[in-house]
């Protein structure tokens, strides 16, 4: 019986705030660099991972990977209470970089994200840049933790 590869988190992520327009968010783990990417573009493998809190989960995870196509996720915590996010891909380099879009919800202010993982470690580090276009939305956002 074969068994599937997984990833061992390595760190928690870590946040800075390096303008007022950007958050980065830095996780380490201990996976090639294929398993990250997979991590993030699967639908499969994203509810495992990507659930903020305790009691949430995420029922709704839907991927169009090509540039132009969309993702849509919905998280439902315990009590029904649900938040959606979504986004458009911009570009799609495997294994090692996504940029999209996103928004929380209908009105949500929209932001340039970008995903990416070096080769040069045995441990990746996969690091996150959320780009908003108003000022100091991010230095916000980043206090709420």
């Known amino acids: 019986m074969a068994t599937a590869k997984t990833a061992n988190r390595v760190d928690a992520p870590a ?7 950007e958050i980065v968010m830095t996780r380490v783990v201990d996976a ?5 990417f997979e991590a993030w573009t699967k639908p499969e493998h ?3 991972w990507m659930l903020g809190p305790a009691g949430w989960t995420m029922p709704v995870c839907e991927i ?3 540039p132009g196509g969309a993702w849509h996720f919905v998280w439902r915590r315990s ?7 979504r986004g458009v891909y911009r570009e799609i380099t495997s294994p ?5 879009t996103e928004s929380w919800g209908a009105t949500g202010p929209r932001r340039l994200t970008r995903c990416s993982s070096p080769r040069r470690t045995a441990r ?8 908003t276009h ?6 916000r956002r980043s206090r709420r933790g």
């Open 15 to 21: 946040h800075t705030v390096p303008s007022d327009r």
């Open 32 to 36: 090639p660099r294929r398993l990250v």
């Open 46 to 48: 994203l509810p495992q």
């Open 64 to 66: 169009d990977l090509r």
């Open 79 to 85: 009590d029904g209470t649900e938040m959606g996010m």
């Open 96 to 100: 090692g970089r996504l940029v999209s």
């Open 124 to 131: 990746r580090r996969s690091r996150s840049r959320f780009v």
């Open 134 to 139: 108003r000022k100091k939305i991010a230095m």
